[in-house]
Nanobody, 120 residues
Framework: QVQLVESGGGSVQAGGSLSLSCAVS????????MGWFRQAPGKEREAVAT???????TYTDSVKGRFTISRDNAANTLDLRMNSLKPEDTATYYC??????????????WGQGTQVTVSS
């Protein structure tokens, strides 16, 4: 059974930092394309960052230079380090896994989400 469980969300003031982690069970995370997504109230879900099987990373423009996506292969987790947080980063953050083995753009497994709130 595949499970993705996010942790690490919380509340922080603008300029602060948070780290999110997604524990993966049922798959070896390093063998699959994975990503972090977010959805704010009233807005569509957007891809924040992705990492491919060979470590290729992509970021949405608004987080470039501030967020870093990575894997901990020993712990089988996907992580997101978020620095210089802004109020517009406030959203529910989800991790997701693409089971095709490459970054197809379709994600088949999702976590339950973790809330990030940034106050000004």
């Amino acid at each position: 059974q595949v499970q993705l469980v996010e942790s690490g969300g919380g509340s922080v003031q603008a300029g602060g930092s948070l780290s999110l982690s997604c524990a993966v069970s049922g798959y070896t995370a390093s063998r699959y394309c994975m990503g972090w997504f977010r959805q704010a109230p009233g807005k569509e879900r957007e891809a924040v960052a992705t990492i491919g099987t060979y470590g290729t990373r992509t970021y949405t423009d608004s987080v470039k230079g501030r967020f870093t996506i990575s894997r901990d292969n020993a712990a089988n987790t996907l992580d997101l380090r978020m620095n210089s947080l802004k109020p517009e980063d406030t959203a529910t953050y989800y991790c997701a896994l693409d089971r095709t083995g490459y970054c197809s753009g379709s994600y088949h497994y999702w976590g339950q989400g973790t809330q990030v709130t940034v106050s000004s």
